[in-house]
């Protein structure tokens, strides 16, 4: 008989490892491939000229840091103003620009297309800097709590904070009296007061500009609502769920009217993607905290006013993010760990 499904996994994670460690040996300045073994360009598609912006610096830090291999050519094009064109135009669209780039030369070239534009409704905290960029558990700065039950992903955990096993926390700093329960998703945020994060919950912080400065909007949810679900009817919305509430049910609790006004799709389309519910606040930790607030009213049947905010819905918080304030938190959260690191080497090697 053959290989057990056990042992077909561990060679799979074997074969994923060498491969790791080989693409490893490949980045940086100093690394060098051999002949055909890289592509000669890597071509990233958008869905517009804000995130090919997004996308482009990114590529940049990683370049600098030496995270990808410096011998490919990288290039990112932007989808054309107007209707989405799909896949497919998208491709002509990419072969329009590599000949623009780099004219008849390109089709000596071995190319790999990567359709990366567009948002998730199954992972929002990807879309607000690209599906493409997001973090896997690999790799440093990666750090583990509980025998690795919950990867955390270029964060910092101040002594004290508590994660439950199956939780994800990336990009985040998270303060000594947290408690983050199973199963949960913490991105791009900020605690530092003292709160208790339930079982499945999805946490995410967007930097916005819509004026001349930076805000910063939370949006949470639990990990099984469907932000993909919507209704045409309004007198439908009690069919979408907001943490197993209906919807009409939590805007009460936030002295929230369900009217036209509450949506941001300019289509019929009425889900918890477009529903402005997210308050708006001058601060990062604010903003998490006036969000879990809105989810402890949901939970509690207790009553949190809304109804004095500016809200913004997931779709407007990704249409006014702020990538460079963004990148920025991120930026001060690596130099935070890689000196962290510096000083726990000097003092193991005495030196």
Known sequence: SGPGMGERSAARREDTARRLARFAALRGAGAAARPGELWDVVVLTAADAAQAGAFREQLAEKLRREQLPRAVRYLVCADPPGPRIGN???????????????????????????????????????????????????????SCTRSCKAPIIQSILEPGCVIGPGS????????????????????????????????GCFLSSVSVKMTDRVEYVTMVFGVGDNLKKGVKLMSDIHFLQFFGVSLPECLDLWSLEASDQLFSSEDTHLGLWTARIFPVCSTLSESVRMSLNMLNSVQHKSAFKLSGFQLLSVEEMLTYKDVEDMLKF??????????????????????
């Not at 000594?176 to 900020?190: R, T």
Request: hydrophobic fraction near 30%.
């Open 88 to 142: 497919g135009g998208s491709t002509l669209h990419a072969l329009r620009c590599l000949e623009e780039q780099y004219g008849d030369q390109w089709t000596s070239f071995t190319v790999l297309l990567i359709h990366s534009g567009g948002n998730s409704q199954r992972l929002p905290s990807a879309s607000a800097l690209g599906k493409i960029f997001t973090a896997l558990p690999l790799g440093e700065p990666v």
């Open 330 to 351: 991120r930026k001060q959260i690596y130099g935070e760990i890689c000196l962290q690191k510096e000083k726990s080497d000097y003092r193991m090697n005495g030196t």
């Open 168 to 199: 994800v926390i990336e990009y985040s700093r998270i303060g000594p009296e947290v408690s983050v329960g199973k199963g949960s998703i913490v991105s791009g945020s900020y605690i530092n007061f003292s709160v208790n994060l339930p079982s």
